[in-house]
């Protein structure tokens, strides 16, 4: 079991920053991909950054040149910065990971959630 716990969240006005930190703890083996998600009222959960352990990243469209995903590896975390905030951001943010074992059975683990709110 991987438990995941996010920090960082709070009420921002537009155009501030925020970094998010997740944490994991448990039975980590390897995390194959750490991401975050959020989710705003009245949508759907969507990805808002993917960080894989080979180094690779990805962005949604809404984000991008504002926001920074990274990972600690040795630290087992992974941070979200977020500059430029706007309004549309509010939302819940979720920490994500797939871990795998030596083998190949992976597992997936969600973060209870942070609040981001930016007011205008």
């Known amino acids: 079991q991987v438990q995941l716990v996010e920090s960082g969240g709070g009420l921002v006005q537009a155009g501030g920053s925020l970094r998010l930190s997740c944490a994991a703890s448990?039975?980590?083996?390897?995390?194959?991909?750490m991401s975050w998600y959020r989710q705003a009222p009245g949508k759907q959960r969507e990805l808002v950054a993917s960080?894989?352990?080979?180094?690779?990243?990805n962005y949604a469209d809404s984000v991008k040149g504002r926001f920074t995903i990274s990972r600690d590896n040795a630290k087992n975390a992974v941070y979200l910065q977020m500059n430029s905030l706007k309004p549309e951001d509010t939302a819940v943010y979720y920490c994500?990971?797939?871990?795998?074992?030596?083998?190949?059975?992976?597992?997936?683990?969600w973060g209870q959630g942070t609040q981001v709110t930016v007011s205008s």
């Open positions: 994500h990971c797939v871990n795998r074992r030596d083998n190949g059975p992976s597992y997936q683990y």
């Open positions: 448990g039975r980590i083996f390897s995390m194959l991909v």
């Open positions: 960080a894989t352990s080979g180094g690779s990243t």
